[in-house]
């Protein structure tokens, strides 16, 4: 069975310091992963996707980068936080495109003060 | 960009089967209907999708217009565990996966 970590659960942090929220699948390779943020109150909105290692597309920029350092493993961080920044941030994985299903990470709650 | 209407929100009782309206009255030939769930503080749960015929599965029933412009997720014997938010997307098959998430339908389910 497939499983998706994310880490850490949790953060607050000061405006201005970097930030470094994982991802990881496991029990699936060469997954499709996926970066998703909502503002509190607010909707879902995709960041980032990616299909390959080394590879990551921009869907929504908002001053965040994203890596993919290894097959299983999604990176989503920044040099300097703002307070727009804080949020729910989410990790999800599929399989490919075609009507493919995303599943999604249980997610990491970021505060930024 | 989301391109369904949902009623905001909804109220039902445990073991009632509810029904959950999703219009997308522009809806493209090659657009599939998916249905997420989330609760607070969790990531959305895929529950259903369709492209023409209605769909089952352990956790719904999709029914699906014929003319495609709308669409019903149907939660027989509804559990307080059901209680969510529900999001009707539309989900255009090309060369990546975006998911347009709206503000979905809040089902409430009372003892």
């Known amino acids: 069975a497939q499983t998706i970590h994310q880490w850490p659960v949790a953060e607050i942090k000061a405006v201005g310091s970097p930030l470094s929220l994982g991802c990881t699948i496991k029990?699936?390779?060469?997954?499709?992963l996926y970066w998703y943020w909502q503002a509190t109150g607010g909707t879902l909105q995709q960041l980032f996707y990616?299909?390959?290692?080394?590879?990551v597309e921009s869907v929504v920029q908002l001053n965040l980068s994203a890596s993919r350092p290894k097959d299983d493993q999604f990176i989503l961080s920044t040099e300097k936080l703002l307070l727009s920044h804080s949020g729910f941030y989410l990790c999800?994985?599929?399989?490919?495109?075609?009507?493919?299903?995303?599943?999604f990470g249980p997610g990491t709650r970021l505060l930024v003060l | 960009d989301a391109k369904t209407t949902q009623p905001d929100s909804m109220e039902s009782t445990e073991g009632e089967t509810v029904h959950l309206p999703c219009s997308h009255a522009?809806?493209?030939?090659?657009?599939?209907i998916y249905w997420y769930r989330q609760v607070p503080l969790q990531g959305p749960e895929y529950v259903t999708h369709?492209?023409?015929q209605n769909t089952t599965n352990s956790m719904a029933f999709l029914a699906i217009a014929s003319d495609r412009k709308s669409s019903t997720l149907i939660l027989p014997h509804v559990s307080l565990r059901d209680a969510a938010v529900y999001h009707c997307?539309?989900?255009?098959?090309?060369?990546?996966?975006?998911?347009?998430f709206g503000s979905g339908t809040k089902l409430t389910v009372e003892p």
């Open positions: 997307i539309l989900r255009v098959v090309s060369n990546y996966n975006v998911l347009y």
């Open positions: 990616s299909i390959t290692v080394g590879q």
């Open positions: 029990g699936k390779s060469s997954p499709n």
């Open positions: 369709g492209l023409q």
């Open positions: 522009t809806i493209s030939g090659n657009e599939y």
């Open positions: 999800a994985w599929s399989l490919g495109w075609d009507q493919d299903t995303q599943y």
